[in-house]
């Protein structure tokens, strides 16, 4: 059974930092396209990063560009989105998420293409 289940929300104030993790179980990440999405109260879930099974190939929100740095560590089948100079708008529950394994996502910031979620952690920024 492939369990997600992610760590490091909190609260910090404008252009402060925090990182997530998200730890795997159930299937090696290797071969595993994964995800960070997110979901602020009262709007829709955005795709905030992917990342393909062997971490050469990253895909970025523009609204996190240069800020967010998203990472595996396949030897710890861990998901890590590192957050830098975060904004209010930053703001949300963060969602750790898994491809079936084998599959390229074409829209890797699009959830439909996801098949494994996490429970989610909050990060709240304040200005």
């Known amino acids: 059974q492939v369990q997600l289940v992610e760590s490091g929300g909190g609260s910090v104030q404008a252009g402060g930092s925090l990182k997530l993790s998200c730890a795997a179980s159930?299937?090696?990440?290797?071969?595993?396209?994964m995800g960070w999405f997110r979901q602020a109260p009262g709007k829709e879930r955005e795709g905030v990063a992917g990342?393909?099974?062997?971490?050469?190939?990253?895909i970025y929100a523009d609204s996190v560009k240069g800020r967010f740095t998203i990472s595996k560590d396949n030897t710890k089948n861990t998901l890590n989105l590192q957050m830098n100079s975060l904004k209010p708008e930053d703001t949300a529950m963060y969602y750790c998420?898994?491809?079936?394994?084998?599959?390229?996502?074409?829209?890797?910031?699009?959830?439909?293409?996801?098949?494994?979620w996490g429970q989610g952690t909050q990060v709240t920024v304040s200005s």
């Open positions: 998420a898994a491809a079936a394994a084998g599959i390229t996502p074409l829209a890797p910031l699009s959830d439909y293409e996801y098949d494994y």
């Open positions: 159930g299937y090696t990440t290797t071969y595993v396209y």
């Open positions: 990342i393909d099974g062997r971490g050469r190939t990253l």
